[in-house]
């Protein structure tokens, strides 16, 4: 459907690739009902994780496996999902963790599963004998992305049967290390659907909601800060400063990734209970990440960040933030990246101590928005699919491979 955007305007091309999604939907009621379609998603690690999965889940189904029986309530409690627990194992990071140590969980999936979708990458020492698919979460920011350094990440997708490359990058990156081509599949991560419906499609009505969720009138400008957790990040010192020096007559919503130093996220807590213009967000019931896509006015992010391609995507601005110290250095970034970032305002640390400079900042930033050419480049060399249409695809794929066992060359 990329095709037709230079006949149609895109506003229109969504509301086609909408369409389809309802559609399909329609026609994956069976499979979708079925407990025993053959549908997996491991998720061993982080509970969170099953967000990626969602747009998947809601179109084809399936059943969740995890590593622990804590992540299983959770998983359940929060996405109302089906969740298997066979072994009870706490894994902290998947990339030291030994396949012998959820044996019986690998048993479980080659008895159960006709396809294992993975979301994160391991080495699952050849114990495997289904068809599996790797669907990447977050779109790769950086020229050398540090997730593919070293040998093992590479080692682990050679011993999965497909990868979906969610990004131009990752494809680029995978071939120059060997990964055969049979197995790169280009789509773009399924979310991207999601995103466009609730924030271009149903953006009003979805914001409303949000609104409602935080218990924030019309009137009041929504800040949200989603910073990194991994390598060169501003959570230590310059976003503990945007939370002190917000000026009260914003809102703003502080997002932390599901994996950030506990430490860390109570020295955001002990400030949020101090100002009542600052909400901790994994805290409102019922608020998601989609939420925050549809309501928010301005972003506070770091620059190598995958979520800033959902920012991007969802059309919202942005203001970057760096650390200080040894968070100082960013790391390369994709030319695409790099003119939307130099583009935008940014918060660095050294200024972040200062309120009236902080309040500038974001007023500037709200004032003035977004580069919207800065955008569509970004946009247009990142993704493969930008029509709204990318959940469609995967589930195509991953309805074949159930049906057939493989997927035709």
Not at 44 to 70: C, D, N, Q, R
Not at 323 to 352: H, K, Y
């Amino acid at each position: 459907m990329n095709r037709v955007f230079g006949v149609l305007p895109r506003r229109i091309v969504y509301w086609l690739s909408y369409f389809q999604y309802v559609w399909l939907k329609m026609r994956l009621r069976a499979l979708r009902n079925d407990r025993s379609s053959g549908i997996i998603y491991f998720i061993p690690e982080v509970p969170g994780h099953f967000m990626h999965a969602a747009p998947l889940y809601k179109l084809i189904g399936g059943t969740v496996v995890t590593a622990s029986k804590k992540n299983k309530k959770e998983i359940m409690e929060k996405y109302q999902v089906e969740c298997v627990a066979v072994d009870d194992v706490a894994i902290s990071d998947v990339r030291n963790f030994k396949s012998d140590v959820l044996a019986k969980t690998f048993e479980y999936i080659n008895k159960h599963a006709k396809v294992a979708i993975f979301y994160d990458l391991m080495d699952i020492g050849g114990r495997l004998s289904v068809p599996s698919i790797f669907l990447h979460h977050g779109v790769s920011l950086g020229k050398v992305r540090a997730f593919w350094e070293g040998e093992s990440r590479i080692r682990y997708v050679k011993q999965l049967d497909y990868i979906a490359n969610g990004d131009q990058f990752s494809h680029e990156i995978m071939l120059k290390r060997g990964v055969p081509e049979a197995k790169l599949l280009d789509l773009t991560i399924a979310r991207t659907t999601e995103i466009i419906q609730k924030t271009v499609l149903f953006r009003w009505r979805n914001a409303r909601k949000a609104r409602r969720k935080l218990g924030v009138g019309r009137s009041r400008k929504i800040i949200v800060y989603m910073p990194s957790y991994w390598s060169k990040n501003s959570l230590e010192d310059t976003g503990l400063n945007l939370l002190r020096q917000i000026d009260e007559k914003y809102t703003l919503i502080f997002w932390p990734h599901p994996q950030t130093d506990r430490k860390i996220v109570q020295k955001y807590e002990e400030i949020a209970k101090r100002r009542s213009n600052i909400i901790i967000g994994q805290r409102v019931k019922g608020l998601d990440i989609l939420d925050l896509y549809a309501v928010a006015d301005l972003f506070v992010a770091d620059p190598p960040t995958s979520v800033v391609s959902d920012m991007i995507l969802a059309n919202k601005p942005v203001v970057f933030a760096y650390g200080g110290g040894e968070n100082a250095t960013i790391a390369d970034l994709p030319w695409p990246l790099e003119m939307v970032v130099s583009s935008a305002l940014r918060l660095d640390c050294a200024a972040s101590y200062h309120r009236e400079v902080v309040n500038n900042i974001v007023g500037r930033a709200l004032r003035v928005g977004l580069d919207k050419r800065a955008y569509r480049s970004f946009i247009d060399a990142v993704f493969y699919n930008t029509t709204g249409s990318a959940a469609v695809r995967t589930a195509q794929y991953i309805e074949v491979i159930v049906r057939d066992g493989k997927l035709k060359n």
